[in-house]
């Protein structure tokens, strides 16, 4: 058995030498309801599986065999029992690793990152002894996505520090990966024109107006009051979510990336200087259900 000093230097060292805080090198046996079977220096330890990792380790079956440095918990030579833990370690040797790393970190570096939580928020992600959260925005390019479909705890991703902050005494460090991919608005850009004619599926509705897919990613929006060349209450009186519709582009701007769209200009086939009134279709339709579709006349005297 050896024990390790909080520097580094291993010593040897006997049964009667062990002392609760010591940080020994022990080897796992098996695996129990509880955590894992070790042995230290000829004697039996026990290791409970909150104390295998610093997040939870879902198959203790690995360990079996390992050895690794572990903190003396619990010491009680007259039941002949010693609880280990290795995540007390793993923890002092990430807040080192951390106080190092965090003197060279820059905002734009690229790191492989181990996703080790998934929040409905986003994903935290570990660099090495330093986490940081991947905000579900910050995940693609999509929007309003669920972070357990993208990401799962230990995965492996490529992420870009996007900001630092010291100002706390826990540091805030913010991670995104959609930097590293293309984003589809720009590439789709390529393909769309202002004053042509797409389809696209409509995703969801606003007071305001429909969101509609184009596809590769990018959405557009057809104003309330480009949906009819009438006035209506809501968009859903309609298109509805899911229905596909041809609309026209009226602009894009990749400023702000939005496309505004127009559904009535594409069915009507008419230009917005040429477009009645809304006030006036709703008075020469009374009229023409009132006396018929020819000729209105009229005057006085």
């Known amino acids: 058995m050896f024990v ?6 291993v010593q040897k060292a006997t049964w009667d030498a062990l002392e609760r805080g ?14 894992l079977e070790m ?3 000829g004697h039996k330890a026990f290791m409970p599986a909150g104390q295998v990792a610093i997040h939870h380790l879902p198959d203790l079956d690995i360990m079996i065999g390992q050895k690794m440095a572990c903190e003396v918990i619990e010491l009680d030579r007259r039941a002949n029992r010693i609880v280990l833990s290795r995540k007390k370690v793993l923890y002092a040797e990430r807040e080192a690793a951390k106080e190092e790393m965090l003197e060279t970190l820059n905002a ?16 935290f992600a570990d660099i090495g ?10 995940m693609t390019w999509e929007r309003d996505i669920d972070p357990s479909k993208f990401v799962k705890i230990g995965d492996i991703v490529k992420i870009q520090i996007l900001d630092i902050d010291l100002t706390n005494e826990q540091p805030k460090i913010a991670f995104g990966m959609k930097q590293l991919i293309e984003d589809p608005f720009v590439s789709s850009m390529a393909t769309i024109e202002v004053g042509e004619t797409v389809t696209g599926t ?18 557009g929006l057809v104003h309330i009051s480009e949906l009819a060349d009438h006035r209506i209450k809501s968009p859903k009186d309609v298109v509805k979510e899911q229905q596909v519709i041809t609309v026209k582009v009226l602009s ?12 009535k200009q594409a069915v009507g086939n008419y230009d917005s200087e040429d477009a009645p009134l809304r006030e ?22």
Not at 4 to 9: D, E, H, V
Not at 24 to 35: D, L, M, P, R, Y
Not at 281 to 300: Q, S, T, V
Request: hydrophobic share 35%; net charge neutral.
């Open 39 to 41: 042995e230290v220096a």
């Open 129 to 138: 002894g330093i986490e940081g959260l991947i905000h579900k925005s910050e």
């Open 202 to 219: 409509v995703t969801r509705l606003a007071d305001f107006g429909a969101f509609v897919d184009l596809g590769s990613g990018t959405e």
């Open 280 to 301: 006036e279709d709703n008075a020469m339709r009374k009229l023409r259900e009132k006396f018929g579709n020819g000729p209105l006349k009229g005057g006085i005297g």
């Open 4 to 9: 390790l000093s909080r520097k580094g230097a």
């Open 252 to 263: 894009v701007d990749p400023a702000t990336r939005r496309i505004a769209l127009s559904l």
């Open 22 to 35: 010591q940080v020994v090198e022990a080897k796992c046996s098996g695996t129990n309801k509880g955590g």
């Open 108 to 123: 734009g570096d690229t790191f492989d990152a181990t996703i080790t939580s998934v929040q409905p928020y986003g994903a």
